[in-house]
């Protein structure tokens, strides 16, 4: 698995957003984005997953670009923005079930492993309890235990700090060492710095 | 899978039954509105009760298909369905059916009683019901697009119903020949297969649509 992004650049309203983005990453490394607010790092993450398309350069995943129509970059791909991506109206166990709809490496009537995935997250006592109720940071580590569910390979988190406790911070990065070991892409934008945890560890700064 | 998409759709409506009560309401609101604008002529009352059902029923399918992608927009539920690796395809032909099964079918349910109300003859109300039977799933399938295509944009509460009434005009033409025919005593099976060619022409491209149209208004 390989992502390589070649000077990609994005417009929005005539407005740079960030120009001349060039990365390469392989198996097992872990990619930090990081700048100051404003900077483009939400926008780059949509990019790399295609909710946003880039205005010139591209993006290829194991050689194919992810704009071509033969590309199934989608099966390797997870992406959970700072929008959660969790209905409201359903409970928390109730969203982590709905996941299997989206997700083929989900298992299927996996109730331990929904289990399992919610006390790692030490979310458990909250599994009836609605989503509207929940407080930020219980609806943030609620959305990361997809990638406790999930078996895809490249995981791209926009924040996935924010709203955090220290122990949940610790979790998130014990979980990413886990998938480092195993191979696994990981980009995130964050302003943590990962460095004394991780290695195979990739900066990418990014400017207004 | 489809058993557990099924059952969160009615999960989903059951936890909101005003979404299902409030459009029922308002049918009726609208209808009765009616009789005291226009006065108690009943003449004048037995040849437009027909185009005011089904103006009502157009008022209320724009209503409930009005703000359709707004809370998944707003809770990005919009992004995982386009970085999903299965196809939402499916996901979103059971949403703009259990929209109708919610939003359409207890009005059309109701319809015996509005038939009571204002005294239209049985033969004129189960033509009716049978053009609302098939003409509200082709309504709601359109709302339902407008709204996706209308996503990206802030204030868009009026912007959806002027792209989307254009489109229901095959549909109104064809529902309001069906009905002068049958009051005029001539063959009207003719309209209704028109109405049923429609809806079994929107119902299966609709999925894909909206999803195209999803993405679109996201990258905007």
Redesign the interface.
């Known amino acids: 698995m390989e992502i390589l992004v070649n000077s990609a650049t994005c417009y929005k309203n005539n407005n740079i957003i960030f120009k001349n983005a060039n990365i390469i990453l392989d198996n097992s490394e872990i990619c930090i984005v990081m700048g100051p607010n404003g900077c483009g790092k939400t926008t780059f993450i949509k990019c790399l ?5 880039l205005d010139s350069g591209h993006i290829l995943i194991d050689n194919i670009n992810i704009q071509d129509r033969k590309s199934n970059y ?2 390797n ?3 959970i ?10 409970t928390v166990t ?1 969203n982590l ?2 996941l ?6 989900v298992n ?1 009537n996996s109730v331990n492993k929904i289990k399992d995935a919610m006390e790692y997250f030490d979310i458990y006592k909250y599994k009836d309890f609605m989503v509207s109720e929940l407080s930020e940071g219980n609806k943030k580590k609620t959305s990361l235990a997809r990638l406790i569910l999930s078996q ?1 390979k490249i995981w791209l988190l926009d924040e996935p700090l924010s709203f955090l406790d220290e122990i949940a911070v610790k979790n998130l990065i014990n979980l990413f060492s886990k998938h480092q070991k195993i191979g696994g892409i990981i980009v995130a934008s964050s302003h943590y710095d990962f460095s004394d945890d991780v290695d195979n560890f990739k900066f990418f700064k990014m400017e207004n | 899978m489809i058993k557990n998409l099924i059952k969160k759709e009615l999960i989903l409506y059951f936890r909101n039954l005003n979404n299902v009560f409030l459009p029922l309401i308002f049918f009726f609101l609208i209808i009765s509105i009616f009789p005291l604008v226009l006065g108690p002529d009943k003449l004048l009352f037995d040849n437009i009760i027909p185009g005011v059902i089904w103006i009502t029923a157009i008022l209320t399918t724009l209503l409930s298909s009005n703000n359709f992608f707004r809370d998944d927009y707003n809770n990005g539920v919009i992004e995982m369905y386009l970085t999903s690796s299965t196809g939402v395809e499916l996901i979103l032909f059971l949403r703009i059916i259990a929209c109708w099964l919610f939003t359409c079918l207890p009005i059309i349910l109701f319809m015996p009683l509005v038939s009571l109300l204002f005294d239209i003859s049985f033969e004129d109300s189960f033509v009716i019901l049978i053009t609302l039977l098939m003409g509200t799933p082709i309504l709601i399938s359109i709302g339902i697009f407008g709204s996706a295509l209308t996503l990206g944009l802030a204030r868009n509460n009026i912007l959806t119903p002027i792209i989307v009434i254009p489109f229901y005009i095959p549909v109104l033409i064809f529902s309001a020949s069906a009905i002068d025919s049958v009051s005029l005593g001539l063959p009207y099976d003719m309209q209704l297969f028109i109405l049923m060619a429609l809806l079994f022409l929107i119902l299966p491209i609709m999925p894909y649509l909206l999803k195209y149209t999803l993405e679109l208004s996201i990258n905007n």
Do not use: M, P, V
């Open positions: 997953c295609k909710i946003e398309n989608l099966d791909i997870i992406y923005g700072h929008k959660n991506s969790l209905n409201d109206d359903l109730e079930e709905y299997g709809a989206f997700d083929q490496t299927k895809k």
